[in-house]
């Protein structure tokens, strides 16, 4: 593993394996690139083609989303306050059980079949089981997954960019050792023409070789035009202005030993890991006791004292306790739930390193013959 990412990581930026292979293209070739005035570095490619896309924007989005949504679980510790209103009729009162002439004078007290009331409800909880403080951690895990999945299209950005410049460089060098040929054939035509002139070589001699010559052109021809097309997609996507006579600077060849860095993507599932366990631990806060006070003050006919036909003002404060003790097993079946994810997530990661073994492989098989072909 740790020469696996060593080779493969996207902390150089780029494939070993590619920038073996197109230093060996180079010197195999031995034509050095020249250092002109208008040069193009991979690395500010990268850069340009980072900060030019739409995905450049989404980390500090996520960022800002994340706060929002912090902030709103934050005046979970807030109080409350509702206004509620309401009207009722019954059909049936509160009667007392004995008829008003037992007492000279006194009269049986009424309660009225109707209700208004209008009231200020306030609720500050004491202690919510802890839910807050998990649901902030699950924002601030699941910011850390989107943001490595913004890192995660970054890089395959680059590696867009990557495979766009090599192609680029490889063209180059084609076309300079065609010319190299091209060049070496009309010195050759040319004698075949002075050999014609005095009779050494024949007519069909100098023919076939402007038939080759035509080839070669054509060769050149094709790779101009393939070339052109792939300077202006490289253009597109980094926005900036490419001009053919641009010549690419190859990254640094020297190889560094092989250190254990992670690629992007399996950091992304590591932390889609974590997140899970973020939100697991929160279903289990959501079982756990619940405390708070209250008070409510109201206005409204009648009041506390139900046998005075009156408008009125009332209160009453209280606290409470809440505790789900039974749930079906609901919060059971979400754990298993959640774990379930997490072992898909641990598979598709060892699907992403077996992928990496196999891509590692080719490559090396790759460099391996171009090792043998300078030998």
Request: proline share 4%.
């Amino acid at each position: 593993m740790g020469i696996k990412h060593g080779i493969i990581s996207n902390q150089h930026e780029i494939s070993l394996a590619m920038r073996y292979i197109i230093n060996m293209l180079v010197f195999c070739s031995g034509v050095c690139l020249a250092q002109p005035a208008d040069t193009l570095d991979l690395y500010e490619c990268h850069r340009s083609a980072i900060e030019n896309h739409p995905w450049f924007k989404q980390k500090e989005l996520y960022s800002q989303s994340k706060e929002l949504r912090t902030r709103n679980h934050t005046t979970n510790w807030y109080p409350s306050l509702d206004l509620n209103g309401k009207y009722t009729w019954q059909n049936e009162v509160v009667e007392l059980p004995f008829p008003g002439d037992i007492i000279p004078g006194f009269e049986t007290p009424l309660m009225p079949h109707y209700n208004y009331k209008l009231s200020l409800d306030i609720q500050q909880t004491l202690y919510d089981g802890g839910i807050t403080k998990s649901s902030k951690k699950v924002e601030a895990s699941k910011l850390l997954v989107n943001q490595q999945q913004v890192e995660v299209s970054l890089n395959q950005l680059k590696e867009q960019v990557n495979r766009l410049f090599f192609y680029i460089l490889t063209l180059q060098q084609q076309e300079k050792s065609i010319q190299l040929k091209l060049d070496e054939l009309e010195e050759r035509s040319s004698i075949i023409e002075s050999g014609v002139r005095n009779e050494i070589f024949l007519e069909a001699d100098l023919d076939i070789m402007q038939a080759e010559i035509l080839k070669v052109n054509q060769l050149l021809a094709e790779i101009s035009i393939t070339k052109s097309s792939v300077f202006q997609m490289l253009g597109n996507l980094t926005a900036i202005h490419i001009p053919e006579s641009a010549v690419l600077e190859l990254p640094h060849a020297d190889i560094e030993p092989a250190v254990e860095v992670p690629r992007p993507e399996q950091v992304l599932y590591d932390l889609q890991i974590l997140n899970l366990e973020a939100s697991m631990n929160l279903v289990s806060k959501q079982r756990h006791p619940k405390a708070y006070v209250f008070g409510s003050f109201s206005y409204g006919n009648p009041g506390l004292n139900f046998f005075r036909d009156e408008f009125r003002g009332f209160y009453v404060v209280g606290a409470g306790l809440k505790w789900n003790i039974w749930d079906w097993s609901n919060t059971s079946r979400s754990r298993q739930d959640i774990t379930i994810q997490q072992e898909i997530i641990r598979s598709q990661k060892a699907a992403f390193d077996k992928n990496l073994d196999i891509q590692l492989a080719e490559k090396l098989a790759e460099i391996a013959k171009y090792e043998e072909a300078v030998r």
